[in-house]
């Protein structure tokens, strides 16, 4: 099975900052990565795909980027409604995994 | 709009059966595999099981293989997970979410439905 790890697991930000977190495959993945954001007793939301789409309604403060077993999710001008986790899986090869998410604080 | 509405959690005893359902609307059912993901209290997000459209192709996590059984009615637009032989760590939120064409993400998610597993 293909380990998926997150880093940090969880940052501590203010209103207006950049963040970045990663995401690590165990082997290579190419593109087939997604991530996901879950804001507590919601259920996830998708952001991006292909390790750098953006779904459609998602905002472009969010991107994404990388290929093999490095990636990386960036949000622009944190906002109070962007704290939250954020999970990356894999989906290049079954059975399909997640990483243990990155939670995203107030400073 | 995508809809994804679960039914059927509550409380099992250990070694008992429930049965989880996934009504969908929104889009039409049997072009897009579903699949079922799920969140034990306060822990990340583990894939269980995923079916193609046609419900021909199965595929499921070792943790859950042979215990449980993903199926689809694409007359009625919903996705059963039939749950046997239940164990105490499969006490989780459990989410339907569909499958996008083109990769094997979830690009809409259902509101989930909670599985307890205790004496």
């Known amino acids: 099975d293909i380990q998926m790890t997150q880093s940090p697991s969880s940052l501590s930000a203010s209103v207006g900052d950049r963040v970045t977190m990663t995401c690590r495959a165990s082997?290579?993945?190419?593109?087939?990565l997604a991530w996901f954001q879950q804001k507590p007793g919601k259920a996830p939301k998708s952001l991006i795909y292909a390790a750098s789409t953006l779904q459609s309604g998602v905002p472009s403060k969010f991107s994404g980027s990388g290929s093999g077993t490095d990636f990386t999710l960036t949000i622009n001008s944190l906002q109070p409604e962007d704290f939250a986790t954020y999970y990356c899986?894999?989906?290049?090869?079954?059975?399909?995994?997640f990483g243990g998410g990155t939670k995203v604080e107030i400073k | 709009e995508v809809q994804l509405l679960e039914s059927g959690g509550g409380l099992v005893h250990p070694g008992g059966s429930l049965r989880l359902s996934c009504a969908a609307s929104g889009f039409t059912f049997s072009d897009y595999a579903m699949s079922w993901v799920r969140q034990a209290p306060g822990k990340g997000l583990e894939w269980v099981s995923a079916?193609?459209?046609?419900?021909?192709?199965?595929y499921y996590a070792d943790s859950v293989r042979g215990r449980f059984t993903i199926s689809r009615d694409n007359s009625k637009n919903t996705l059963y997970l039939q749950m046997n032989s239940l164990r105490a760590e499969d006490t989780a939120i459990y989410y339907c979410?569909?499958?996008?064409?083109?990769?094997?993400?979830?690009?809409?998610w259902g509101q989930g439905t909670l599985v307890t597993v205790s004496s």
């Open positions: 082997q290579g993945i190419s593109n087939h």
């Open positions: 979410a569909k499958i996008p064409w083109g990769g094997d993400y979830f690009d809409y």
């Open positions: 899986q894999q989906y290049n090869t079954y059975p399909l995994t």
């Open positions: 079916l193609s459209g046609s419900g021909t192709s199965t």
